[in-house]
């Protein structure tokens, strides 16, 4: 595919994202979401986009948490080697609720980190070679921000500055 379809395909995909949180939300979508987990159960259910990547990220568990961030981050999304790190978890930190828009995209990200975990790349890209922590939560990142670019058109730069502050 040419490089100007390719920006075309993902100008929609932005626009049918947002377009999709104006549907479900309509006028509340830049307003504050409450901070529980019904309303992450809520939108995982009725923004298309999410309802159909949530099966690809093994159903992870969404939770809620009273913390307001932890440094920089809105949200994490958690899997542990005793099961190859293939089970996600994904944990909103209040921060995240500022908007059900924020939430939504936040949301998208996060599933990025559980689609990874769940389809076993994270494992073999952890097993593949002496990489450093930084490495790999470098390229965790990359991932993330990578798919919520590709199934959203969410903002996405490929560069340190980015992936440490964003
Ligand atoms: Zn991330």
Redesign the pocket.
């Known amino acids: 595919m040419n490089h100007y379809v390719h920006k075309i395909e993902d100008m929609y995909a932005k626009r049918k994202f947002d377009k999709e949180i104006d549907n479900v939300y309509g006028s509340k979508a830049d307003t504050a979401a409450p901070a529980n987990n019904t309303t992450l159960e809520e939108m995982k259910n009725s923004l298309p986009t999410l309802k159909n990547l949530h099966a690809k990220t093994g159903y992870a568990k969404l939770e809620s948490s009273e913390l307001y961030s932890v440094g920089a981050a809105e949200a994490k999304t958690f899997a542990y080697d005793t099961d190859n790190y293939t089970k996600a978890n994904s944990v909103f930190y209040r921060s995240s609720f500022s908007s059900y828009r924020n939430l939504a995209h936040n949301m998208l990200?996060e599933f990025g980190?559980g689609v990874h975990y769940f389809n076993g790349d994270y494992y073999r890209y952890l097993k593949g070679g002496n990489r450093t922590d930084k490495q790999l939560q470098n390229w965790k990142?990359q991932y993330?921000f990578k798919f919520a670019f590709d199934n959203g058109g969410l903002p996405y730069q490929n560069n340190a500055w980015y992936l440490i502050n964003k």
Do not use: G, P
């Open positions: 990200h980190h990142e993330a």
